[in-house]
C-alpha cells in the first residue's frame, strides 16, 4: 500500500510541477510543486484580506493618510504595469494597494495581486521610492511566483492533510486548505529558495518600471541594521542572510547593462 501511494504521490508531483513565470535577466527557472489551484488559493487569500481591510477600516488606520497612499499607489503601479513581463495573466488580476497606518514595518502582496504597505516601514526606515519599489516589487514577485500556493502545497503533503482520495479530487481538499492558508498567508516564513528568487525578479521589475536598481542593496541594508535595533516584521516572514547583498548587487550590474537607457 505505501509503495502505491508514494508512486501515485510521484506521478502526480511530476504532473503537477511546472514554472509559474517567464524567464528574465533574473534567471529564475524552477519547476514548482502544485496541489491546489491558483483559483482556491486566491480564494482563501481573499477572505483573509477582506477580513483584515475591515479590521483596519474600523480602526480609521486604512489608506487614511492621503498623501501617503498617492505616492505608494504611484510607485506600486509602475510595478504592476510591468507585472505582464514575468507573466502574461497579470495583466487581469485584481491588484490592489493599500496603505496601512500603524507602526509596524511590514508590507506583503497576497496571492491575486492585494498590496499592503505599513506606514512604519517607510517612515521608520525613510525609504526612498526606489527602495520602496524594491520592497513592493519584492512583495509582487512573490504572488507573481504563486510562493503560497507552493507553501501551501508542501504544507499538505507533509501534514498529510490530503490522503490520495484528495489527491485524485474525490474528497474534500477546501476544508485542508482553509486550514493550512492561514498559517501559510500570515506566519509561514518564506523559504531562502523563494527569498532569492523573489529577490531577483523583484529587481528586475524595478528596472523595467525605471526604477533605479542600487537601491536593492540599500534598502536590505538598512532593513537589517534597523533590526538590531528593534525586530522588523517583514523579516521574520522574509528571511535574510548573508549572500543576499552580494546577489543583489551582482543582479544590480547585470541589470544596469540589460535595461539601461
Ligand atoms: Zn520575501
Not at 483584515?52 to 477600516?57: A, D, G, K, R, Y
Not at 497612499?69 to 507573466?87: E, H, S
Not at 501551501?152 to 493550512?180: D, K, M, W
Request: one cysteine or more; glycine letters at 6%; proline letters at 2%.
Amino acid at each position: 500500500m505505501k509503495k502505491i501511494f508514494t508512486t501515485l504521490t510521484l506521478a502526480l508531483a511530476l504532473s503537477a510541477c511546472t514554472n509559474s513565470t517567464n524567464v528574465g535577466v533574473s534567471n529564475v527557472n524552477r519547476s514548482q510543486l502544485f496541489l491546489f489551484s491558483s483559483d482556491e488559493i486566491n480564494a482563501e487569500a481573499a477572505n483573509l484580506y477582506s477580513q483584515t481591510l475591515s479590521e483596519n477600516q474600523s480602526k480609521h488606520t486604512l489608506n487614511t493618510d492621503k498623501a501617503l497612499y498617492n505616492r505608494v499607489n504611484k510607485v506600486a503601479q509602475r510595478l504592476i504595469a510591468k507585472a505582464p513581463f514575468f507573466r502574461e495573466d497579470a495583466k487581469d488580476w485584481a491588484w490592489e494597494v493599500n496603505v496601512i497606518n500603524a507602526d509596524i514595518l511590514n508590507a506583503w502582496c497576497l496571492p491575486g495581486g492585494k498590496i499592503a504597505v505599513y506606514s512604519g516601514l517607510i517612515k521608520d526606515l525613510k525609504l526612498t521610492d526606489d527602495e520602496l519599489a524594491v520592497v513592493i516589487g519584492h512583495e509582487i514577485a512573490h504572488a507573481l511566483r504563486e510562493h503560497s500556493r507552493e507553501q501551501a502545497s508542501s504544507q499538505a503533503l507533509t501534514q498529510g492533510a490530503i490522503g490520495i482520495a484528495g489527491i485524485f479530487g474525490i474528497g474534500n481538499i477546501g476544508v485542508s486548505l482553509s486550514n493550512i492558508a492561514s498559517n501559510v498567508f500570515i506566519s509561514l516564513p518564506f523559504s531562502r529558495a523563494h527569498e532569492t528568487e523573489a529577490d531577483r525578479i523583484g529587481l528586475e521589475l524595478c528596472a523595467l518600471a525605471g526604477f533605479n536598481v542600487d537601491a536593492g542593496v540599500s534598502v536590505w541594508q538598512k532593513m537589517s541594521q534597523a533590526n538590531s535595533d528593534k525586530p522588523i516584521e517583514l523579516l521574520s516572514t522574509h528571511p535574510s542572510d548573508e549572500s543576499r547583498i552580494s546577489d543583489l548587487e551582482r543582479l544590480s550590474s547585470e541589470l544596469k547593462l540589460q535595461y539601461k537607457k
